[in-house]
Structures are given as C-alpha cells and as structure tokens.
C-alpha cells in the first residue's frame, strides 16, 4: 500500500531564505511522486512530478526536488522563498498497482515572513 | 489557468439530503477523480472514473457515487448526507488512460456545508 508522510505540519521563514519542506512515502511498487501547492481558497496546482526519470526534478516557480529511493525521500526546495509562497503543499505519491489513485500527504503550511 | 471547471463552488445541504456536485473537464480528457477535502487535511481519493466506466474506488460508503459522460464531464452525487461530509470537493482530470504520468489537473473545488 502506498503512503505518504510529511514531516512538518508548518514552516515558517523569512522572504529571501531557503525553503525545504520533507517527504517521505512508502510504495510497494515504482511511484509517481508530486508536489502541488494550494493557496487559500483555490484548487490544487502542479508544481512538479517525478516519474522515474531524472531523480532531481525541477518544477515552476523556481521549485525542486529530489528523489532518494534508498531514503524514501522526495524534499522539496526553493533556494530564496518569495511572499507569493505562502500557501499549503501537498506531498503526493501514485502507483500503477494502485490503480493510479493519488495518496496525499497531510500537506505543510507555508508562512513567509517579510 | 485551470482546464477543469467545478459547479457550484459553494453550497449548503441539511443533513439527510442528497447533493450532486458537476466537473467539466478538458477535451480529451478521458480519466476523471473525486477527492474529498476535509477542512486542515489532505484530499481523500473518493472514486475514479475512465472512459465512463468506475475503475477505482476509496474507503467511501456507496452513498458516495458518481457518473462520467462522452462529453468529459462528471458528476459526484451523495445520499443521505451526513455532518461529516462537510468538505472541499475536488476533481481531477487527466489526458492519459491508465498512467497519469503527466499528472492530474484539478479544479477549484466545491465548498459543501451540511447542517
């Protein structure tokens, strides 16, 4: 079965600084691993994907992450956090046994401070 | 800009009553997702529908149910509605068949209060 933990409910930090928020995920198979980002009162936008090609993926918005299959780890990172970061980020893990299905992680509040 | 359109974005049901909740997808888009949202939790996968057919379903009770049409749109109804439904629901849709290796697109949600 697939799961996914992020490590961190809320991270707070000053605009200009780095951002890291952490992933883990448990998967039986090959996953699919996302970030996606959600500001208040929006839906869910994808801020990048791994899908077993490149295990440091680049995504919008200046964001990264890397893929550590023997940490079952998938960080994600930003070297200078801007105001317009402030939002929730979901951690999402899919496998092909699971019929593609997403499983979220229970997301990391993002505050930026000025 | 988001491809997938959801209707209405807010509502308010009393307990009991049944709801139903419409997304309109990309052209082309033929693989269609439910996630309900709980307020401070990540979304819960709730069923999935390809080609108009359910291939795929979460630990939901079957007053949770749903239709795919020809033309990319989808519905998610619930029976009996419950407090506990109270929730931002959400739809994802995706251009591939089985392997969403491109990830989902997903609408702005549908805000549902019951009381």
């Known amino acids: 079965a697939q799961s996914v933990t992020q490590l961190d409910s809320h991270v707070s930090v000053s605009e200009g600084t780095p951002v890291l928020l952490r992933c883990n995920y448990s998967s039986s198979y090959s996953p699919s691993l996302f970030w996606y980002v959600q500001h208040p009162n929006k839906g869910l936008q994808l801020l990048l994907k791994?899908?077993?090609?490149?295990?440091l993926v680049k995504g919008i918005n200046g964001f990264e992450a890397e893929f550590k299959k023997s940490e079952t780890s998938f960080h994600l990172t930003k070297p200078s956090a801007h105001m317009s970061d402030a939002a929730e980020y979901f951690c999402v893990v899919s496998e092909v046994a699971a019929g593609n299905k997403l499983t979220f992680g229970g997301g990391t509040r993002v505050l930026v401070k000025p | 800009e988001t491809g997938v359109t959801q209707s209405p974005t807010h509502l308010i049901k009393t307990r009991g009553q049944q709801v139903t909740l419409r997304c309109s997808s990309q052209s082309g888009h033929n693989t269609v997702s439910w996630y309900q949202q709980a307020l401070g939790q990540g979304p819960q996968f709730i069923f999935q529908y390809y080609r108009e057919e359910e291939n795929g379903r979460g630990n939901f009770p079957p007053r949770f149910s749903g239709l795919q049409f020809p033309n990319y749109s989808s519905e998610l109804n619930v029976n009996a509605l419950e407090l506990d439904d109270s929730a931002l629901y959400l739809c994802?849709?995706?251009?591939?068949?089985?392997?969403?290796?491109?990830?989902?697109?997903f609408g702005s949600g549908t805000r549902l209060t019951v009381v």
């Open positions: 791994y899908t077993s090609a490149a295990t």
């Open positions: 994802a849709s995706s251009l591939e068949g089985q392997r969403p290796i491109y990830g989902y697109t």
